[in-house]
């Protein structure tokens, strides 16, 4: 089975930074992990899930919301089926539940942005920022 691992989330206060990883795993993703995209969404409560960060299977692509940019930055290797996402200078208003999700057979420099576009989603990691 497919699985997406998130890890690294928490409670930071405001200016503070984290890094979330996401490892990908199983029969899919073994020996073929730079044949997916890669994003991270982010949902808090009450609203919608939304795109923060984006990434190319090459990971030469990137993609940000414009509230992040400047701030975050997505990063990939593809030798260690991971992904990751460093945040710094992190707002109250980041605060909410950050998912990795997978999508395969895109061009090699294409980065998706829309949620039901992706095939495969973790269980989420929390981040919480304190004002």
């Known amino acids: 089975q497919v699985q997406l691992v998130e890890s690294g989330g928490g409670l930071v206060q405001a200016g503070g930074s984290l890094r979330l990883s996401c490892v990908a795993s199983?029969?899919?993703?073994?020996?073929?992990?730079?044949?997916?995209?890669m994003g991270w969404f982010r949902q808090a409560p009450g609203k919608e899930r939304e795109f923060v960060a984006g990434?190319?299977?090459?990971?030469?692509?990137?993609d940000y919301k414009e509230s992040v940019k400047g701030r975050f930055t997505i990063s990939r290797d593809n030798a260690k089926n991971t992904l990751y996402l460093q945040m710094n200078s992190l707002k109250p208003e980041d605060t909410a539940i950050y998912y990795c999700?997978?999508?395969?057979?895109?061009?090699?420099?294409?980065?998706?942005?829309?949620?039901?576009?992706?095939?495969?989603w973790g269980q989420g990691t929390q981040v919480t920022v304190s004002s």
């Open positions: 199983g029969r899919t993703f073994s020996s073929s992990f730079s044949s997916y995209a």
């Open positions: 990434i190319s299977r090459s990971g030469g692509t990137t």
């Open positions: 999700a997978a999508v395969p057979a895109v061009g090699w420099s294409r980065v998706v942005v829309t949620p039901r576009e992706y095939n495969y």
